[in-house]
């Protein structure tokens, strides 16, 4: 009777984390646990933005199941993530069409996370990079290349010296512009 009772608990899991993995939401990064535990994170829960409102937050919902390898009872916990605010980070909006950015330039406090919302309108390939200087000798982060329409969500740390830096797609460098750091 045990058997039957983790068995049908498991496949009600499995059903609900598959369902939730269905959704269009961006998956939620997992912290790896010791064996013999499985962590299972379904999916991010929150409101999207629009251009002509101030950003809202997020709040991720992390589902963790712990199996044993005893016979021991499955359990289940939702442990809430902390939530993305402003006060969290610096969020930019910036969109790619027709071969140029939207914006021309980009200005972030000093070592404050940076959260970039990256819209590529054209169906050709973009992405944003930041470096120290248009020589691209330095790189402070680089975004992966996306083909649109497709929207896709970059986040690093503003560098900690104050100054003027340089963001650019590197599928295609006349697309630029300048990384204020205050």
Known sequence: ????TIILLLCIFCIAAL???CTSQPPVTSTTVPSPVTTVT???TGTTETRDTPSQSVTPTTVATTVTKTSAPVTSTVVPAPSLTEDNGQRIRIKAENFAFDLSRITVPASSQVIIEFENEDSAPHNVAFYTTSSLTETI???GIITG???ITYTFT???VPGTYYFRCDVHPSMNGQFIVT
């Open 1 to 4: 009777m045990k058997t039957r």
């Open 19 to 21: 369902a939730a993995g």
């Open 42 to 44: 379904p999916g991010m």
């Open 141 to 143: 982060y680089k975004g």
């Open 149 to 151: 329409p497709r929207t």
């Open 158 to 160: 503003a560098p900690a």
